[in-house]
Nanobody, 122 residues
């Protein structure tokens, strides 16, 4: 059975940093992604990484501020978030995909983490 356990998140001020982590049990997957959902809005793509060649993709709104990475020894994927702004506020979800993408789409992912709240105050 696949389980994704997320950690990190919290309340910070604009300009500060946070790090989210996602530990996947059961097996490795083709790709790992991070999505977020603000109140009243649809879930949106943030970042993704392929496990085999560590290719990455980012939403335009976070490019240059967020970095996704993987730790093969720990089977974890992390999202380092720097220079946070209030628009980054939302529930962040880790997800894994067994397919071939596109990894920017919600529908490409098979399993999801429980979500973690990130709140950025101005």
């Amino acid at each position: 059975q696949v389980q994704l356990v997320q950690s990190g998140g919290g309340l910070v001020q604009a300009g500060e940093s946070l790090r989210l982590s996602c530990a996947a049990s059961g097996r490795t997957f083709n790709a790992y992604g991070w999505f977020r959902q603000a109140p009243g809005k649809e879930r949106e793509f943030v970042a993704a990484i392929t496990w085999s060649d560590t290719s990455t993709a980012y939403a335009g709104s976070v490019k240059g501020r967020f970095t996704i990475s993987r730790d093969t020894a720990k089977s974890t994927v992390s999202l380092q978030m720097n220079s946070l702004i209030p628009e980054d506020t939302g529930v962040y979800y880790c997800a894994v995909s067994r397919g071939m993408g596109p990894f920017t789409r919600v529908a490409s992912y098979n399993y999801w983490g429980q979500g973690t709240q990130v709140t950025v105050s101005s």
